[in-house]
């Protein structure tokens, strides 16, 4: 993972694609004699699934496919941030050869447009009825055709310390605990009270991030949508800045990791560490953040709680697919309802991962009384099947990425200084513009 800050590391997704485009065309040379003659996979066997993927989940879903059924399955798993090019170049020729793509959410959208992901409507019933509603609305087109499905939920919440709660707000208490993050305002009053009990509220402020979609989405018929949830974090993001409530020690980072097991110096806004120590009382993640913070834990272990934030959100998710040019699509199709539409498969999964959440309504409904032991036996299943059925995906857009890039780079510079708050959201809305020319921007 890289430095997240506001914008969470994540490049502007635009730009990429206009890159991984020329990329496609430079490459069709070398590529356009792929897919021709009889299929292998890495080891040279015939008639084999071929699954190129991002997340090493799927290596675990093919043996058990392979198990059940008898199929071969070869997995190859490519980095993150090499897949969309990965991705685009190869079947940007039309390559035969992989069977079974997958995407995230922010790619899905690029994906559909190119044509790479074969039509899924046969599942169309099955998973409208069986899915969590905004992973099934995720793997439609934009005319509503089904291209992908998943096996997992990826809702959000503010994980926090369940000691440090008691200590400084008397109760850890998900309920109470989730009233101090549910505006900005509170989370800022939240922030003082830990300050002044010797706490930071948040690795950094980029934490906040993932509440930007709170009540509208970033473009609403062809404008930019500049709300009052918006402005109300970027002042709060400042605040929380210059004030220092934060540790400045930003996701993904060598503190960070640490502060999930305890006292860690506190550094200031450069980053260096200064004489002082903290603790980081919260993290605002997707679901895999909680098993992150889980595994990175120590003996704080078991002493963290999930509480709901501002609003409704989630982040990442493997969706799988077929290709739209291979020649084994009925096989591929059927690996792909068995990874995300069969019961049985869903529970192994929640079991065999040891705490993803599975998509299936109904297993997380079998589950939704198991006490997490690892989360003070909080009923985790519980929490995020409810978190993932309030996800509004209608407030999702394929403009997200870039924008909400823009924007953090935006707050940064008025955190560290170097413009002030109309100066930044000037520059912000010249550089929305200039990467989408088709988006209206507000004028300053």
């Not at 709300?227 to 960070?256: C, G, H, I, P």
């Not at 200031?268 to 002082?276: H, K």
């Not at 997707?286 to 003996?299: E, F, H, Q, T, Y």
């Not at 272990?301 to 040019?325: D, H, L, M, Q, R």
Request: glycine share 8%.
């Amino acid at each position: 993972k890289g430095k997240t800050t506001q914008n969470g590391g994540e490049k502007d997704m635009k730009r990429r694609f206009l890159a991984l485009s020329l990329a496609a065309a430079i490459a069709a040379g070398t590529l356009a004699g792929c897919g021709s003659g009889n299929k292998k996979s890495a080891s040279g066997d015939d008639d084999t699934l071929v699954v190129w993927t991002l997340a090493a989940d799927l290596e675990d879903f093919a043996k058990h496919y392979e198990e059940e059924t008898g199929t071969k399955v070869d997995v190859t798993v490519i980095a993150p941030a090499d897949y969309p090019t990965k991705i685009n170049t190869t079947l940007g020729s039309r390559n035969k050869d992989v069977d079974i793509i997958v995407g995230e959410p922010q790619m899905l959208m690029d994906f559909y447009d190119a044509g790479f992901f074969a039509d899924l409507s046969e599942f169309d019933g099955q998973a409208s009825e069986k899915l969590v509603d905004y992973v099934y609305e995720a793997g439609k087109d934009e005319d509503g055709v089904l291209r992908a499905l998943s096996y997992q939920v990826t809702p959000g919440s503010v994980i926090y310390r369940r000691d440090l709660a008691k200590e400084v707000f008397g109760t850890d208490d998900p309920a109470v605990i989730g009233e101090k993050f549910s505006s900005y305002d509170s989370i800022v009053e939240t922030a003082k009270q830990l300050d002044a009990a010797g706490y930071s509220i948040f690795g950094d402020t980029g934490a906040m991030r993932w509440f930007a979609n709170a009540d509208e989405a970033w473009v609403k018929d062809g404008k930019l949508q500049m709300t009052d949830s918006r402005l109300e974090y970027m002042d709060a993001a400042v605040e929380l800045y210059q004030n220092k409530y934060v540790a400045f020690a930003t996701e993904w980072s060598a503190a960070w990791y640490a502060s999930m097991a305890g006292e860690l110096p506190k550094n200031d806004t450069s980053g260096e560490a200064t004489n002082e120590t903290t603790q980081v009382f919260s993290y605002v993640m997707p679901s895999w953040g909680a098993l992150v913070i889980r595994d990175n834990a120590k003996d704080n272990k078991g002493n963290f709680g999930v509480a709901k934030g501002i609003c409704s959100f989630f982040g990442g998710g493997t969706f799988i697919g077929v290709n739209e040019f291979s020649d084994n699509q009925e096989e591929a199709k059927k690996f792909v309802e068995f990874c995300t539409l069969n019961e049985d498969v869903a529970q192994w999964w929640l079991e065999e991962s040891d705490g993803d959440n599975v998509a299936i309504k109904s297993v997380l409904e079998a589950n939704k009384d198991y006490e997490n032991p690892s989360f003070g036996n909080q009923k985790t299943y519980a929490f995020f099947a409810e978190e993932a059925s309030a996800v509004d995906y209608s407030l999702i857009t394929r403009y997200d990425t870039a924008i909400g890039d823009a924007f953090g780079q935006a707050i940064e510079s008025i955190q560290k200084g170097e413009k002030d708050k109309e100066t930044a959201l000037k520059d912000f809305y010249l550089e929305v513009q200039s990467v989408y020319p088709e988006i209206e921007v507000p004028t300053v």
